[in-house]
């Protein structure tokens, strides 16, 4: 997928790409390759498939919730993904990226100044251990089964607030296995929209949570818990 059928693509899911948004596709682009081969941030290189599985993918998620003016994190936000080509598409977003390895949250840094993007923090550390302020909206892509992230997210998220989170063809099984994480810990299914990535034929779900109620303090317990007696 060049910059062409990027442009178009977007288009077909209701996305206008303007060209300063372009360029900065192609500063991410390249700033992503030359830090990947100090350290590995990504296994997808090669420019058509991180066109395609990492920018049209991850701004597909736009659709998800209302952006604007939110303060989003990042669950686990690796090479920036989905936080950063969602920052591109809305400048207006607070954006956090959280994760456990410091190395990832570094390049978020780093690629925030190269791009000169405003108002993009960083956090290294375990979600399930977070105690600042809540955030309006919790993105997470390809992180852990439903029942576990929705408890590693729990208290990232404000009361009323949405998770925004990627999954793949399996997600009507996950939803089903984790029937006691969405009731134990207050959530509510908003939204599940399909994309299908045009070059690839890979399919991912955008679901859309939100937090309807308060959650026992018990949770999030510890991650070897979670992981060990899922709920
Ligand atoms: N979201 C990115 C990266 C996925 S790889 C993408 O879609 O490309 C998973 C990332 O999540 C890794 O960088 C890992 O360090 C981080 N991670 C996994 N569990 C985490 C947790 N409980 N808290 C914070 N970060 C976590």
């Avoid at 919790?138 to 990627?166: D, Q, S, Y």
Wanted: net charge neutral; with cysteine; glycine share 6%.
């Amino acid at each position: 997928m060049n910059e062409k059928t990027f442009t178009i693509e977007a288009k077909r899911l209701g996305i206008v790409l303007g060209d300063s948004q372009l360029q900065l596709f192609t500063k991410y682009y390249q700033f992503l390759v030359q830090e990947n081969e100090k350290y590995n941030l990504t296994s997808i290189t090669d420019e058509s498939e991180v066109y395609e599985k990492h920018f049209l993918d991850c701004i597909a998620l736009i659709h998800a919730t209302d952006f604007s003016h939110k303060r989003v994190v990042d669950l686990g936000s690796g090479a920036g993904f989905p936080l950063i080509p969602l920052k591109i598409l809305d400048p207006t977003i607070d954006a956090t990226a959280l994760d456990a390895t410091a190395k990832k949250t570094f390049f978020v840094d780093q690629l925030a100044q190269e791009l000169d993007l405003k108002d993009v923090h960083t956090i290294t550390g375990r979600a399930e251990d977070y105690k600042g302020e809540p955030f309006d909206v919790v993105l997470a892509r390809g992180i852990a089964p439903l029942n576990v992230l929705l408890e590693l997210a729990c208290n990232l998220v404000k009361p009323k607030g949405f998770l925004a989170i990627m999954k793949g063809t399996n997600y009507r099984q996950e939803i089903t296995d984790a029937a006691s994480a969405i009731n134990t810990l207050g959530y509510k299914i908003t939204k599940v929209q399909e994309v299908k990535l045009p070059e690839s034929g890979l399919v991912h779900f955008n679901m859309t949570f939100q937090k309807i109620h308060p959650h026992n303090s018990k949770y999030p317990r510890s991650y070897a818990k979670i992981k060990s007696k899922p709920l």
